[in-house]
């Protein structure tokens, strides 16, 4: 009996061990793999007539890279409508 016991508790920490390392490995994989992500404007509005600022044929102009700067600051008791 103490041996079936004691094959049955040594799968158990195996099992646990497995885990435990599959769990470290995802965390160290995802900490390392960071991809740098792109954003855009989203779904292009419906405007009218005479608003657009597409051409109407094509122009040699395009942007290459655009720097987005988020500056956040604390919240006042201004802010809270205070």
Not at 28 to 48: E, F, K, N, T, Y
Request: with cysteine; charged share 20%.
């Amino acid at each position: 009996m103490k041996e079936y016991l004691r094959q049955k508790t040594g799968w158990k920490v195996i099992g646990l061990a497995l885990a435990f390392g599959l769990g470290l490995a995802c965390i160290l994989i995802s900490v390392v793999c960071v991809i740098p992500s792109r954003a855009d404007v989203g779904v292009h509005p419906i405007l009218p007539d005479g608003s657009s600022l597409k051409p109407d044929e094509p122009t040699l102009v395009e942007m290459q890279a655009e720097k987005v700067t988020i500056t956040v600051l604390k919240a006042t008791e201004a802010d809270n409508g205070g």
